[in-house]
């Protein structure tokens, strides 16, 4: 079984839906984050989470919010979806200090 | 603020031929470095990864070298194959805003043909 498990993995919907994406994770890591990644630009950072009481902005919070609802529970909302929030998704998690990140294998969220 | 600039892609290679990725940083502190890959449908997985200056790290056959005289970590491969083809991403880790966060390249797409 993955590590950092995404569902779904892929979601088409229309503009101003709900949406929620989830994160789950049995690496029994502290830190998660929830990352975009567009062509061209890379991975940008949306929100990210140290534990279950402590949230954070990222590079590119606005239309987004999340809930840690558990240390291995992570979830991003998009309120009202628009177009331009079409992109792949990738959580990810982390220990503490430098540690490296682990990667989920992505949600790839389109809106109409 | 941090940030990391790689080279640009997409990269062609034929295979056994010699692969070098640029990758510079701007970073506070004394980052980590870090590279991954992305094969086609799938997460980042890191590949190799240097913790300071003048450390190598390797892993399948890559090697990169931290140095801190140029901010540079160029991914390097002797000879490459056709299961390399990917997008490789350098990133950076470094302290700052009491977070460690990943800042990311904008990732290299690399194609090898037989």
């Known amino acids: 079984d993955a590590d950092v498990t995404q569902t779904p993995r892929n979601r088409i919907t229309k503009t101003g839906k709900r949406i929620m994406l989830e994160c789950s994770q049995t690496k029994g890591h502290d830190r998660m984050y929830w990352y975009r990644q567009d062509p061209g630009l890379g991975l940008r950072l949306i929100y990210y989470s140290f534990d279950v009481k402590d949230i954070n902005k990222g590079e590119i919070s606005d239309g987004y919010s999340v809930s840690r609802q558990a240390q291995a529970k992570f979830s991003l909302s998009l309120e009202s979806a628009i177009p331009n929030q079409t992109a792949l998704y990738f959580c990810a998690t982390s220990d503490f200090g430098f540690q490296p990140q682990h990667f989920g294998d992505g949600t790839r969220l389109s809106i109409l | 603020g941090n940030s990391v600039t790689q080279m640009e892609g997409p990269v062609t290679l034929s295979e056994e031929a010699f692969l070098t990725i640029n990758c510079t940083y701007t970073a506070t502190g004394y980052p980590s470095l870090f590279w991954y890959v992305q094969y086609p449908g799938e997460g980042l997985q890191l590949l190799l990864k240097?913790?300071?200056?003048?450390d190598k790290g390797s892993n399948k056959g890559f090697e990169a070298t931290y140095r801190k005289e140029t901010t540079s970590f160029h991914l390097e491969k002797g000879s490459v194959q056709v299961s390399d083809s990917a997008v490789y991403f350098c990133?950076?880790?470094?302290?700052?805003?009491?977070?460690?966060?990943?800042?990311f390249g904008k990732g290299t797409k690399l194609s090898v043909i037989p």
């Open positions: 990133a950076l880790s470094a302290s700052g805003a009491g977070s460690y966060q990943l800042t």
């Open positions: 240097a913790t300071k200056a003048d």
